[in-house]
């Protein structure tokens, strides 16, 4: 079977572009993030036609993540276990579109959107370590069986997996505490495959809009798959598709693709 994760940045403005690498890329279950639409919008009818099942969770124009699978989805749920919620100042918190689990192909998987933190001062940077500990504590519950949690964890856990730890725009994803936090993720049995496969240095699957960061190599490695034991050990290989940030109406983030045996 082969799994993908991707943040697609808004998935009615790259539908074209992500039905294409389908077709090309011989994917069973895509893990999407940033869908950036309700389940009424998703384009689902493209989806279908290359016969993808979908499930769709999204709540405004903000945020939202989707699982495409061609070898069924079952036991879908659109949160976590005690998955926080957040709420700006004066408005009633809500549990965001972040999270999205379905049994696929005999996999559990979950399609993630780790809150970014947006600046050390902020509320947000507490929502997002919570975010991730909370995650940590639910996986204790399906690390028994083939899981994997994937997705765009706004943490570049290494020196190595950022361009820059001085970047402006990743002071909330470098920090001790995000790390600390992001590697708990191993803590009940859990492995993140891009390292057993992929080179440490420079192997990025993000790249800012701004200031031209594509063409100067001036990335992060911030989306990943954690896998559970019995997943982790069906892994053959992961790859990130770097040539999906090229080109008109790129995401600005890649796919990172799972293969198992």
């Not at 947006?118 to 899981?147: C, I, Q, V």
């Not at 570049?156 to 001085?166: G, N």
Request: net charge negative.
């Amino acid at each position: 079977m082969r799994l993908a994760t991707w943040n697609v940045n808004s998935v009615r403005a790259r539908e074209e572009r992500i039905l294409d690498w389908l077709r090309s890329s011989d994917t069973d279950v895509l893990a999407m993030q940033e869908i950036k639409c309700k389940p009424e919008q998703f384009p689902l009818a493209g989806f279908e036609a290359l016969g993808y099942e979908v499930a769709v969770h999204g709540l405004n124009q903000w945020n939202g993540v989707a699982i495409a699978s061609r070898v069924g989805l079952d036991d879908v749920r659109t949160s976590f276990p005690d998955q926080p919620s957040f709420g700006k100042p004066g408005q009633e918190p809500v549990i965001e579109a972040r999270a999205l689990g379905a049994v696929a192909g005999g996999v559990r998987v979950w399609s993630l959107y780790v809150p970014n933190g947006r600046g050390l001062d902020d509320p947000h940077y507490a929502y997002k370590l919570d975010f991730l500990a909370r995650l940590r504590d639910a996986s204790a519950g399906w690390s028994d069986e083939p899981t994997a949690l994937v997705g765009d964890f706004n943490v570049a856990p290494l020196p190595t997996d950022i361009w820059s730890e001085e970047d402006s725009e990743a002071r909330t994803h470098v920090t001790p505490e995000a790390r600390a936090a992001f590697a708990a993720l191993a803590d009940h049995g859990y492995e993140e495959l891009s390292r057993r496969f992929l080179p440490q240095e420079r192997t990025y699957t993000f790249w800012d809009y701004k200031q031209l960061r594509f063409p100067k190599g001036e990335g992060m490695r911030i989306d990943f798959i954690y896998a559970s034991e019995p997943l982790a050990a069906r892994a053959k290989d992961v790859t990130i598709v770097r040539d999906e940030r090229k080109g008109k109406g790129a995401s600005d983030h890649v796919p990172v693709v799972l293969d198992i045996d």
